[in-house]
């Protein structure tokens, strides 16, 4: 009897110890033992000026998870961080998520010069993060080892736009207008070589992201000059330009950069636009998202590619648990760098090269039709 | 010659704009001795209340009541409002500080203009709200001269302000009220001591000060279409600009002030590069106030010993 206690006894320390073990760091996510239970952050500018982008960003995340915690039966956590795309903002919300020992990994921060500010506070704890929307090409040049990016770079946009103008479009001249910002002037100076190689006239303007008024700019338009490009990031000055060209009886086509996607504040018939996003209503196999998404509202571009990143990180929790490790910072990292996804909610595969590209980024050109909605031109 | 007339016709737009601002900023300087920082914040609120009446009768689109009727309300809504608010603001935060040293009215100015534009931030969040105007204005309703293309917006914004400037000036040289505030832009103590009611004076000042600031909101709102919460800063610097340009308590200063600072700004853009706009047009006016160091219009101060 005394015998059997012993080894009952045991049987149960065994168990107990077992199951202090999947408790702590979870065993096999789809093995039917205890949950695999972590937390990842998300940063994303959920109130401020850009808060409808923000908010789009969180519901994206929080479907992932719901539907990654579903198929993976893991019980991983959204911890939100508000940056209101300021670099001081996304400075504080890393603070905060870096210093709360559940958090794993994290998805965003939506801009780059955010991306800029937070890199070396995410390399110094070994924690990944990865953005939505940030596309600078500097970001990917190695000092930032933790850093990932679901979408394409800016160098990848400038030569698409503007090889599409040069091989569909054909103007003889053009203009183009940075916004004295440097992604705006990065985008011009990836552009303006391609031009300027295939023989097209390039008049070059700058102008402050404060202006309002363009029609004094909008005067110096040519009746040769058939495309204006403006790689900016406020809709509504793209918006007033074209009204401005409206005015003053200018026939010129803008062409926009993935800065002025924004189906409610830009929609100048005519216009051309850019996205390191696909419009998502279009991708067959993302039909139930979609349908799954519509209980937040309408949505855009910012969205998708916020759940595809999420997506990373939840299966590279899941897979630390299924090899029957406890998820940290430095395994989840590993695993990430690992992500080989054959599709995607983007339309396409995700893997990272050694830097944190998406091995497979590439953008989307719309057109915005004469009833001011977004057309994918295929190709 | 016709890039000539259209970039004339930006500027003196532009201009008109600028000139109707920088008369609030001149005029309230010219009273209180104040550099009103939260001035441009009251032409936002203005753009603001010109957007929502569009709003509430029916949107750009479906309007339910005449044009002209809309465009009454629009502008006579923004004046009574920030001219109310004017009031408000000096009542409240700045006539406490009367005699206070000067640098504490400044740095409450500063502060009541951060106030504005986070409260219009809370109010009505950091989205762009589109006027939409050429929906209920078509641009076909201006005319074109050759090359040159002038709508009706433009053509009302020149009009309604060059209108309120010489009403404005006639209302300070010819009323009763007028002559209270050039004495009490003299000097406030003397006027108080032949029972000029200052407080009321000053009161009027910020009153049609502030409404200016109104109805150009609404002018900038039709004109430009965009309005946010940040809008007011540039308008402020450039009103204040204008005004220090033209001679900081002149009204025909600020008006002349204003006017310049469009020209140039559309003749430098259009003949030079819009990269160097703000750089010479900055240039030219440090170069007017080397020259002449109180303004274009402004009067050298004596100082009695």
Redesign the interface.
Known sequence: MKGRNIIAASALGALVAAGCGSSGGGTTAGGGSKACKASIGIEAPIT?????LGQEQLHFAQLALSLDNKQNKTKITLVQGDTQLDPKQATTATQQLTSNANVLAVVGPAGSQEVEAVGPLFARATMAFISGSATNVTLTQGKYPTFFRVVSNDHVQGMNDANYIVNNLHPKAVMI?DDQEVYSTGLVGFMTPILKAAGIKVDH????Q????F???V??VTPATSVVILPWQ????A??FG?NL????KKAVIFGTDGLFSPD?FKIPGSYVSAFGPDITAIPADASLVTAAKKYGSFGTFGPPIFAATHVIDEAIASVCKAGQTPSRSNVLAAIKKTNESTSILGQPISFDSHGDNAHGKFFLFKINSAGKYELIPG | MGFFFQELVNGIVVGALYSLIALGFSMVYGVLKLLNFAHGDLYMVGAFAGYFVIQWFGGSKALTIPVPLLLVIMFVLAAALTGGLGVAIERFAYRPLRNAPRIAPLITAIGISFFLENAALLLFGGQFRIYNTSDFIPFSSGFQIGSVSVDAVQIMVVVLGIALMIALQQLVVRTKLGKQMRAVAADREAAEMLGINVNFTIAATFFLGSALAGVAGVMAGLLFNQVTNTIGFLAGLKAFTAAVVGGIGSLPGAMLGGLLIGMAESFITGYVSSTFTNLLVFGLLIAVMLVRPSGLLGQVQLQKV
Do not use: C, F, Y
């Open positions: 401020g000026p850009v808060a409808v207008v303007q700058s102008v402050s404060k202006l309002t008024d029609s004094s700019l005067a110096k406020v809709a509504g000055n918006q007033q009204r409206a005015q003053q009886h504040a």
